[in-house]
């Protein structure tokens, strides 16, 4: 399976982002950029601001027209 992680914050989002991918290789799983496709997303975000919160919202509703299918409950 794929996966692509999107991360938004500072650098300890991002640390923890390269472990989460880490994680997922050893799992199996192949990371992937967004503009590739995957069977999951990560979204690594921090709420600490409302900048953050605001920019998370916005990807998660541009992945979901993008990706429609990815959303629908089967």
Known sequence: MRVCFYTLGCKVNQ???GALAQLFEQNGFTVVEEKDGADVYVVNSCTVTNFGDQKSR?????????????????
């Open 15 to 17: 640390n923890e982002t």
């Open 58 to 74: 916005k990807w998660l509703r541009r992945a979901k027209q993008q990706y429609e299918k990815i959303f629908q409950k089967e």
